[in-house]
């Protein structure tokens, strides 16, 4: 089983939509988790940042972190163009930890 | 800007020619990185600078060669490459072994 799954898409929606995008893993020991965001041609820019279990809300993203299902979510409301681009997760176990991506996925939203 | 500058932006390269990759950071930060990613599979670390030391080398073939100078430059040299080491290569910095600030990228191809 992989650490870190997450579904690569392509995920295509309507400009407006309210997008979910979403990370399983194994490993209880994660503590740190981060969202990337990275356009085509451009390295991945950190996009939010959450410790432990909760929400954490920045504009029009929201980003979720449920231990217990060893599940996080990044919501994006009223979705624009401009947030086309491919979202990896990323965790860690610790303030050193290695810091374990998913594959990402790809976000395409149409005007 | 990320703070984080790559060169070149692209490379190509023959199996036998030997290149250099370089990254610099103005963000004040002491650890340095190198990933690998290639399509449809997870970023991969290659090697982990912290105060100029390498604290991490992931199994990494010998025809990539780090060197980190000081804490604001990191360099990647090339020899004997295949074609299957063509990908993007990322560099990125981090203030606490943590979040990565990663830089736009090389992306090489080997002929």
């Known amino acids: 089983q992989k650490e870190v799954e997450q579904d690569p898409g392509p995920l295509s929606v309507p400009e407006g939509a309210i997008v979910s995008l979403n990370c399983t893993y194994s490993?209880?020991?994660?503590?740190?988790f981060m969202w990337y965001r990275q356009y085509s041609r451009k390295g991945p820019e950190l996009l939010m940042y959450t410790y432990s279990s909760g929400n954490k809300e920045d504009g029009r993203f929201t980003a979720q972190v449920d231990k217990s299902s060893k599940y996080i979510s990044l919501f994006i409301r009223d979705s624009q163009p401009s947030d086309s681009a491919t979202y990896l997760c990323a965790m860690a176990t610790g303030s050193q930890g290695n810091l374990i991506f998913g594959k990402g996925t790809k976000l395409s939203v149409k005007p | 800007e990320t703070g984080v500058t790559q060169t070149p932006r692209h490379l190509v390269m023959g199996m036998t020619n030997k290149k250099s990759l370089k990254c610099e950071q103005h963000l004040g930060h002491n650890a340095m990185y190198w990933y690998k990613q290639s399509a449809k599979k997870p970023l991969e670390l290659m090697f982990v600078y912290n105060f100029k030391e390498q604290t991490e080398n992931n199994s990494v073939p010998s025809r990539f060669s780090p060197e980190c100078p000081n804490s604001s430059h990191l360099f990647l040299h090339l020899h004997t490459l295949q074609p299957e080491d063509s990908a993007l290569y990322l560099c990125?910095?981090?203030?606490?072994?943590?979040?990565?600030?990663f830089g736009a990228g090389t992306r090489l191809s080997v002929l």
């Open positions: 490993n209880s020991a994660f503590q740190y």
């Open positions: 990125a910095s981090s203030p606490a072994d943590r979040e990565r600030y």
